[in-house]
């Protein structure tokens, strides 16, 4: 069978007397989105640098395609790409020569898809790197590492310092990656992106691994929000099973139940309900149910600090 | 925003920075006045001093005129005046570039001018900051000599006291204005620097031809440096020159700014060319890559080298006829260029041009470290590049910019010297280029083994080796130094060539060392994790 995409088995990470990273055992199937979130300081990068060999790790190991990353590092690489976060580029040459650069340094380029994704990107190539805003140095990380169609795309927050339009192009080049089979591990804050795009998460706190799996399988552990408004009076809600952090505003109470919603039914059943509006919760209501106490009201536009 | 923010952050900055180095003027100026008479107790050894240093066109080249050195006052110019001078002019340019481009390119005016300031009156505020710098740089020199100047040692007058230390901050006035006005020409803090040191550099190559002896002295009126050296301090007071100093000072800090209220913020009015059509050249891999990125410092250094060679090489012959039968032989001999003529003299210029290639050394591995801290090398080693193979070709390069360099430094200097029927020959030349190699051979190497084990300390451990180095063979060359201390000196350890014929010996043993520690680098480099994003 063909190797995952990814494997780690009890990756470590320590420096000094600090645990950066814990005992992480993961598999990234090919041909999967991963999301892969966590709060500052988890150890989301520090996986990253495991993975390409920028740094050793303290014990466990990490294979990529079957290739072990530190050992194998320069083989691994020839099947990967990755967008850092934030790194400076050369600013004496020109977009158009960073381009040309590390495609050389790759080995590989479809030439014809990196013209495309220039033009989608909206770059200007004759421009030096220094004269570039920090969005467009951004936009040619990103093409840089597009344009050699890899088996597998590491991205570390490649949306950062974009704008809404292309960040839009971003994810639909993302689809088509994922349309051709690419892998895609994807570091990122922005929680609506992941939503959008990642069939599967992995979620690191405070170094370890904390939950792992489909979004829909990790919905559970987030209650459902519910927005009621009573066109009567509004009745007792707090004490009903499954049933928690109740909000009154007026006429409308918003609340989270968990588990079987019969109750809360019935008791709605006999007051005077004039809207009632449910769903399903956000990979930020999860995130926050990880983290945060437990579900709290939802978040305002899907980014956490 | 009150008025007088800009004023008030620059000088305060500017004034820390004036005061200690005003101190560190004062205290170079007392030791070596206090130290003179313990050294030259009696009037005989000090006619002798001055009858063996005070005409020789070959220190006069090199370490600026000396006049009267029977008197202390003589004595203390020859040791610290031009040296302050320069130091005291990197000081001032360095500082006006930094607190005026580098605190607009680092965004901090945008915030101070949306308050109302017009961009004229920042550009003036700061150079009135930077004049309260200088204002405390002369205050603490001035403090320093007069007070020496009453010991009974030394014996100066408070008004000679004063002259003397307003001419060794003239250097700093006048760069500094200079560097408020690449400030303004310049688009970024690094080419404004650039440019104020390039004016710099030519001026005490002029200084330098000026004073050879070779004929040429009215040259001295046309170099910055050439018009403080004119004021003569303690020797026979020449106040005339200040007018040149200051038309100069006040010309250009008018044009600097007028240039402010006319350009955008964070641009400079020399077109910064930011766009280009591709050129492919070099960029085909990493290791070309190094070498494209590379072309614009081997440039500059080549034609620096190329043209001080030159220049050494031009004064050669008449500086080197001075030089026999004089008491500067013993002197030259210390540091290590026995005989005297053309060659004893050649060997102390490729002495300084060592220094230099062990500086430019220096400068390749600092650049290989800022690679990896800021992330650049990332973007290569995240690519199949094995990382012995990244350091490995860095350093490769960087060892035949030094063969180039040393190369250059020979063929310039003989150059310089044909032309004047110097009489030395074209091979012991070049083999004296390519001698200076090895000593900047085992700084590379010594920085390959520190960004390979300790990376933080690269930069502070390569300039150490050769300030050190430095130190101890100039301090070697003066006094008496204990043998073992000296050996530790890389330019010691180096053969004086043209003086005497290289030690392949010494060299080899610099080069071999320097392949150890280079392999020894490339190790750790690839064992540890890499710094940086």
């Known amino acids: 069978m063909?190797?995952?995409?990814?494997?780690?088995?009890?990756?470590?990470?320590?420096?000094?007397?600090?645990?950066?990273l814990r005992d992480l055992t993961m598999e990234v199937p090919r041909g999967a989105v991963l999301g892969y979130l966590g709060p500052n300081g988890a150890g989301k990068t520090t996986t990253i640098r495991l993975l390409l060999g920028l740094a050793r790790p303290s014990a466990g190991r990490a294979q990529i395609f079957g290739l072990d990353c530190q050992r194998q590092a320069v083989e691994a690489h020839r099947l990967l790409s990755y967008v850092p976060g934030e790194a400076d580029l050369w600013p004496a040459l020109t977009g158009a020569e960073t381009l040309h650069v590390?495609?050389?340094?790759?080995?590989?380029?479809?030439?014809?898809?990196?013209?495309?994704?220039?033009?989608?990107?909206?770059?200007?190539?004759?421009?030096?790197?220094?004269?570039?805003?920090?969005?467009?140095?951004?936009?040619?990380?990103?093409?840089?590492?597009?344009?050699?169609?890899?088996?597998?795309?590491?991205?570390?927050?490649?949306?950062?310092?974009?704008?809404?339009?292309?960040?839009?192009?971003?994810?639909?080049?993302?689809?088509?990656?994922?349309?051709?089979?690419?892998?895609v591990f994807l570091s990122s804050h922005v929680l609506s992106e992941v939503e959008a795009l990642c069939d599967q998460v992995a979620i690191l706190r405070g170094g370890q691994l904390v939950e792992m799996g489909t979004l829909a399988s990790m919905r559970h552990l987030a209650a459902v929000t519910v927005e009621v408004v009573f066109e009567g009076p509004v009745p007792e809600l707090a004490g009903v099973p499954g049933v928690s952090a109740v909000r009154h505003d007026g006429e409308v109470v918003r609340l989270q139940v968990r588990g079987a919603p019969g109750?809360?039914?019935?008791?709605?059943?006999?007051?005077?309900?004039?809207?009632?509006?449910?769903?399903?919760?956000?990979?930020?209501?999860?995130?926050?149910?990880?983290y945060g106490g437990d579900g709290t009201a939802a978040g305002d536009g899907g980014n956490l600090p | 925003m009150a008025p007088g923010v800009v004023w008030a952050r620059t000088a305060r900055r500017a004034c820390r920075s004036g005061v200690l180095w005003g101190y560190v003027f004062g205290i170079s100026v007392a030791s070596t006045a206090l130290s003179y008479s313990s050294i030259y107790k009696t009037r005989a050894e000090r006619l002798r001093l001055a009858a063996a240093f005070g005409a020789n066109h070959a220190t006069i080249a090199l370490f600026g005129p000396a006049p009267q050195l029977q008197t202390v006052g003589g004595f203390t110019v020859l040791k610290v005046f031009l040296t302050l001078t320069v130091v005291g002019a990197v000081w001032g340019l360095l500082g006006a570039t930094r607190l005026m481009r580098g605190e607009e390119d680092a965004g901090r005016w945008e915030l101070l001018l949306s308050g109302g300031t017009t961009r004229r009156a920042a550009a003036a505020q700061a150079m009135a900051g930077l004049g309260a710098g200088l204002g405390c740089l002369f205050a603490l020199t001035a403090l320093i000599t007069v007070v020496v100047g009453r010991s009974s040692k030394v014996h100066v007058g408070v008004g000679a006291a004063l002259y003397f230390a307003l001419t060794l901050t003239a250097g700093a006035v006048m760069f500094s204005a200079l560097g408020a006005l690449t400030s303004q020409l310049a688009a970024t803090r690094r080419q404004a620097a650039a440019y104020a040191a390039w004016v710099l550099g030519v001026s005490y190559a002029l200084r330098l031809v000026a004073d050879a002896g070779a004929g040429l002295h009215a040259l001295v009126w046309v170099s910055p440096l050439g018009w403080t050296e004119e004021l003569r301090p303690l020797t026979g007071p020449h106040p005339v020159a200040l007018v040149p100093i200051a038309a100069f000072t006040v010309v250009v800090a008018t044009a600097a700014v007028a240039l402010a209220g006319r350009r955008d913020l964070g641009a400079g009015v020399l077109p910064d060319r930011d766009r280009a059509r591709p050129r492919l050249r070099l960029l085909g891999g990493q290791g070309t890559l190094v070498l494209r990125l590379g072309q614009p410092t081997l440039v500059a250094w080549v034609l620096s080298v190329g043209v001080t060679g030159l220049l050494f090489g031009l004064v050669a012959?008449?500086?080197?006829?001075?030089?026999?039968?004089?008491?500067?032989?013993?002197?030259?001999?210390?540091?290590?260029?026995?005989?005297?003529?053309?060659?004893?003299?050649?060997?102390?210029?490729?002495?300084?041009?060592?220094?230099?290639?062990?500086?430019?050394?220096?400068?390749?591995?600092?650049?290989?470290?800022?690679?990896?801290a800021e992330g650049r090398a990332t973007h290569l080693l995240a690519r199949p590049v094995a990382r012995p193979r990244w350091y490995g070709t860095r350093l490769a390069t960087a060892a035949v910019f030094l063969v180039v360099i040393g190369v250059v430094a020979g063929l310039s200097t003989w150059l310089g010297a044909a032309s004047q029927d110097s009489g030395v020959g074209l091979g012991a030349l070049v083999g004296a280029g390519l001698n200076i190699v090895p000593p900047a051979a085992f700084v590379l190497g010594a920085g390959a083994l520190t960004m390979g084990l300790w990376p933080r300390a690269t930069s502070p451990v390569v300039y150490a080796v050769v300030g050190w180095s430095?130190?101890?063979?100039?301090?070697?060359?003066?006094?008496?130094?204990?043998?073992?201390?000296?050996?530790?000196?890389?330019?010691?350890?180096?053969?004086?060539?043209?003086?005497?014929?290289?030690?392949?010996?010494?060299?080899g043993v610099m080069v071999g060392l320097a392949l150890a520690m280079a392999g020894a680098g490339t190790v750790g480099l690839a064992r540890r994790d890499l710094r940086g994003p």
């Not at chain 1, 004759?126 to 570039?132: G, I, M, S």
């Not at chain 1, 109750?263 to 990880?290: I, N, T």
């Not at chain 2, 130190?471 to 043209?498: C, E, K, Y």
Request: glycine share 8%; with cysteine; net charge negative.
């Open chain 2, 470 to 507: 430095l130190l101890v063979d100039l301090v070697g060359g003066i006094g008496a130094l204990n043998r073992w201390v000296l050996d530790t000196s890389l330019f010691h350890q180096m053969a004086a060539a043209p003086a005497v014929s290289p030690h392949w010996v010494s060299a």
């Open chain 2, 317 to 372: 012959k008449s500086a080197g006829a001075t030089i026999s039968g004089s008491s500067v032989r013993s002197v030259f001999a210390k540091l290590g260029a026995p005989g005297a003529g053309t060659d004893a003299y050649l060997g102390v210029t490729f002495l300084i041009l060592a220094v230099l290639a062990g500086f430019v050394a220096g400068g390749q591995m600092s650049a290989a470290r800022a690679e990896e």
């Open chain 1, 102 to 183: 590390l495609g050389r340094v790759q080995g590989q380029v479809d030439e014809a898809y990196r013209d495309e994704l220039v033009e989608r990107f909206d770059l200007d190539l004759t421009k030096k790197v220094r004269a570039y805003s920090r969005g467009n140095r951004q936009k040619v990380l990103l093409v840089a590492a597009l344009m050699a169609r890899p088996a597998l795309l590491v991205l570390d927050e490649p949306t950062s310092g974009l704008d809404p339009l292309m960040e839009q192009v971003f994810r639909e080049c993302i689809f088509e990656a994922r349309d051709r089979g690419q892998t």
């Open chain 1, 2 to 20: 063909a190797s995952p995409a990814i494997r780690t088995e009890s990756l470590t990470k320590r420096y000094g007397g600090l645990d950066a």
């Open chain 1, 263 to 290: 109750p809360l039914l019935q008791v709605l059943a006999g007051a005077d309900v004039q809207r009632l509006l449910c769903h399903e919760p956000s990979l930020e209501e999860l995130f926050l149910a990880l």
